[in-house]
Structure formats: C-alpha cells, structure tokens
T-cell receptor
C-alpha cells in the first residue's frame, strides 16, 4: 500500500533552473496539497486541488505552478528556482477538506544554490 | 503573531515520565484541532484529533480549551519511541489548515 508517493526525494538546482516535483496517491482521495516545511516554521500550504480539474493558491504560491493531471497525480513546478525555495516539500492528500487527516508523502528535499 | 504557536522545546524527559505540550491558536473561529507526529526527516502523521470533550488514546490525552484558545497533549509513561516532533494543527474550515512549528520531544533511557 504505497499511499502518497513523491519524486524525486532529493534534488539540487542552480538558481534559475526549473524542475517539477511529482506526486501520486493511490487512495482515491479527492483533494491533494503541496506544502513546504522550513526550519522553525510550520508547514505552509503552497497550492491545493480540491478535486480533479481544480487548483487554488495557498499561503505561499509565488514562484510555483501546479497541475492536477488526473485524480491520482498532482505536480508542483518551479519555473525559475531561487535560493529562497530551498526547503522540504510535502505532497498530501485527503478524502475531503472536512476531515482532519492528511496523508503525506515522504517529502522531497530541494536545495537551490 | 503566528496563528498557531507552540513551544519548540526540546523537552528532554526520562522513560516513564509524563510530559505535556500546549499549543495556542489565534483564530477564535477555528473549528477542528489535531495533533500530528513527525519523526526526524520523515513525513507528519496524524496522532489524534482533539475534541471539545477531550479524548484519550492509550497513553495520549488531548484536550481543547476554546475559551482560552489552546489545546494540549499529555503523554503518560513516555517511551523511547515517543521521541519525535509533535505538530499542533488547527483547521478553520475548508482548506485552511494551519500547522504549528512543532515541539521536539526526546525521551531518554
């Protein structure tokens, strides 16, 4: 039972490079999310997708774009990476926004030099 | 002021001790409350929901005080395996879920 799978787990980029973080869930959840986690701060929501075909900005969307490819997959793209985007990125899914439980992937550690 | 605040710790306790964490939240309209656990370099996982009447799950007890806008987590008979970061999570409806920065717990033999 894979749950939420993220790739890659580690990535080093140079400033200005682009990359896409992939996320897939096999729990048939409607909602998917991208968070970033930085030292001393709580997880912050970048973008979310309430259901297939919809995406919305979260708390810190600048510098990111997302695509809800289908019900299973939700990708996060950095078009021009900046050092401030060095972080650990977590993808999560939930059955509905009204339930509390978010199921997280293992995280993707991104360093931008 | 952060919407959800936690003492970052670390809390260093011996095995068998009882330890309590508090978390305060600023939005009085917050509707749902949770504790998540995050092991070092791992993803967060739901530990327990927090209900108005308080709830218990084995050695863990969570309580909510709406009047003072805080939630608490009590861990009794601490185990080495309880060493982790505990995240306070507050939902204000819809997709607005706010995570605290976490409280680190180290349980030592």
């Amino acid at each position: 039972n894979a749950g939420v799978t993220q790739t890659p787990k580690f990535q080093v980029l140079k400033t200005g490079q682009s990359m896409t973080l992939q996320c897939a869930q096999d729990m048939n959840h409607n909602s998917m999310y991208w968070y970033r986690q930085d030292p001393g701060m709580g997880l912050r929501l970048i973008y979310y997708s309430a259901s297939e075909g919809t995406t919305d900005k979260g708390e810190v969307p600048n510098g990111y774009n997302v695509s809800r490819l289908n019900k299973r997959e939700f990708s996060l793209r950095l078009e021009s990476a900046a050092p401030s985007q060095t972080s650990v990125y977590f993808c999560a899914s939930s059955d509905s926004p009204n339930t509390g439980e978010l199921f997280f992937g293992e995280g993707s550690r991104l360093t931008v030099l | 002021r952060k919407e959800v605040e936690q003492d970052p710790g670390p809390f260093n306790v011996p095995e068998g001790a009882t330890v309590a964490f508090n978390c305060t939240y600023s939005n009085s309209a917050s509707q749902s409350f949770f504790w998540y656990r995050q092991d070092c370099r791992k993803e967060p996982k739901l530990l327990m929901s927090v209900y108005s009447s308080g709830n218990e799950d084995g050695r863990f007890t969570a309580q909510l005080n709406r009047a003072s806008q805080y939630i608490s987590l009590l861990i009794r008979d601490s185990k080495l395996s309880d060493s982790a970061t505990y995240l306070c999570v507050v939902k204000s409806g819809g997709f607005k879920t706010i995570f605290g920065a976490g409280t680190r717990l180290f349980v030592k033999a």
